[in-house]
């Protein structure tokens, strides 16, 4: 919701399982003494019913999308055959380290056996993603 017009934005247009939701602060934010400006949302979700089984739930892939400030701007992170298991951030660098497991067999269930990557994220211009490992 936009406090400046009545206009109310929808991130997305079907209904989804939200997990994560990072979004900018409305005070100023410092790391390493420096000013950090984020002005963009980004939402770690279950958007869609990868295995089937009729609802959308934990047990689907969890995706992970960046959006900028008027919501004009969507786009996956990750690759969308892949689902987010967790993060850890590097405060030296202001980087996101983002573990994801390939849904390898593409059954859209992630079983234990299946590979962990690890992709890095910028957090001072999310458009740059890239795999670690």
Known sequence: FNYDSPIQKKFFDNPVLVKTLYYPAFLTDTLNFKPVKRNYFMISCYDEDTNKDGKINMKDLRRFYYFDMELKEKRLLFPKEYSV?????????????????????????????????????????????????
Do not use: C
Not at 102 to 122: M, Q, R, S, Y
């Open 85 to 133: 298991t967790g993060s850890d951030y590097d405060s030296a660098n202001d980087f996101m380290l983002v573990y994801a497991k390939l849904d390898a067999n593409k059954n859209g269930i992630i079983n234990k056996n299946e590979e962990t990557h690890v992709f890095w994220l910028d957090l001072n211009s999310p458009e740059q993603t890239g795999k670690q490992y």
